[in-house]
């Protein structure tokens, strides 16, 4: 069994930085993708920024100058650093990952969401 465990979302102040965290644990054997979507209340889930391979990345044209991510393969982790936040990026974020596990099945994980809230 994979799972994705998300750490590190709460409140801050407009103008301020959060770093979130993802880690995937359990049978797996590679990890394709991997990386963030974000849902806030009442909008659909969107893409915030992955990694799409072991070093490319790709961000929503409404973070790209603000958050960064990056990763420790080792601990099969994910980070998202969000600098400069918005009151828009106020959300429940949710790590994604594609990746092969242990008996040979790609397949889709989410974790259960943290929520980032940014104050005006």
């Known amino acids: 069994q994979v799972q994705l465990v998300e750490s590190g979302g709460g409140l801050v102040q407009a103008g301020g930085s959060l770093r979130v965290s993802c880690t995937a644990s359990?049978?797996?054997?590679?990890?394709?993708?991997m990386g963030w979507y974000r849902q806030a209340p009442g909008k659909q889930r969107e893409f915030v920024a992955a990694f799409t391979s072991s070093t490319s990345t790709n961000y929503a044209d409404s973070v790209k100058t603000r958050f960064t991510i990056s990763r420790d393969n080792a601990k099969n982790t994910v980070y998202l650093q969000m600098n400069s936040l918005k009151p828009e990026d106020t959300a429940v974020y949710y790590c994604?990952?594609?990746?092969?596990?242990?008996?040979?099945?790609?397949?889709?994980?989410w974790g259960q969401g943290t929520q980032v809230t940014v104050s005006s």
């Open positions: 359990g049978s797996i054997s590679s990890i394709n993708v």
């Open positions: 994604h990952a594609n990746l092969l596990d242990g008996w040979g099945r790609r397949l889709n994980y």
